[in-house]
């Protein structure tokens, strides 16, 4: 299996614009986790899915903030309209079931200016 | 919410030396894991230790968790320049999420 892969690697983007991060899986792992890093914050939790349905998003900042998985294999992340201080690293990471253990993608850079 | 935070949040030593780093948690824990991020890359993980374990060694890790303190700590032995990265803990609060704390950065000179 190639890893949890996401897409894209680094996206600019202007204020306001809406911007959508993709997740593919490993295949057969049960959770899918967002998380976003900052300097300021270090990694945060933003949603979780089991199975494909979300679980709590009580990370997720703001409304502009939304996620999807419509199935075992892609989710997600989308910011409508997106601010600077969304600027971030976002990454997606899953695992399988009855383990703890997560399995991270390389990332997305988002830069809103 | 953060739930593990690390200690120090900077280290650096000499290739050779040891590095220890600690991480301190909140509420009870089935397991604790270490990560390690390079630069601009995502976490891997390092290990994972129990509730009902107090070490656990791997390769040159060795980690300790001590519950009744709610800590852990991550010791590298023999450091290697390829060390340089940052070290996450992560707890799971009793359910599978991990969560994870600031993180250690460590740099080994060569």
């Known amino acids: 299996d190639a890893g949890v892969i996401q897409s894209p690697r680094h996206e600019v983007t202007e204020m306001g614009q809406e911007v959508t991060l993709r997740c593919k899986p490993i295949?057969?792992?049960?959770?899918l986790f967002w998380y976003r890093q900052t300097m300021m914050r270090g990694l945060e939790l933003l949603i979780y899915?089991?199975?494909?349905?979300?679980?709590?998003d009580s990370g997720m900042p703001e409304d502009r903030f939304s996620a999807k998985m419509p199935n075992a294999s892609f989710s997600t992340l989308k910011i409508q309209p997106s601010e600077p201080r969304d600027s971030a690293v976002y990454f997606c990471?899953?695992?399988?079931?009855?383990?703890?253990?997560?399995?991270f993608g390389q990332g997305t850079r988002l830069t809103v200016v | 919410s953060q739930q593990g935070e690390e200690d120090p949040q900077a280290l650096s030593i000499q290739e050779g030396e040891n590095a220890t780093m600690n991480c301190s948690y909140k509420?009870?824990?089935?397991?604790l894991q270490w990560y390690r991020q390079n630069s601009g890359r995502g976490l891997v993980h390092l290990i994972l230790?129990?509730?009902?374990?107090r070490e656990k060694h791997s390769g040159r890790l060795r980690v300790t968790l001590d519950t009744s303190k709610k800590s852990s700590s991550l010791l590298i032995t023999a450091s290697r320049a390829a060390d340089t990265a940052s070290y996450f803990c992560?707890?799971?609060?009793?359910?599978?999420?991990?969560?994870f704390g600031r993180g250690t950065s460590l740099i080994v000179h060569p």
């Open positions: 230790i129990r509730s009902n374990e």
């Open positions: 899915f089991n199975n494909n349905v979300p679980i709590d």
């Open positions: 509420t009870s824990i089935n397991n």
């Open positions: 992560a707890t799971d609060e009793g359910s599978y999420i991990p969560t």
């Open positions: 295949s057969g792992h049960d959770y």
């Open positions: 990471a899953t695992s399988p079931a009855g383990s703890t253990e997560a399995f």
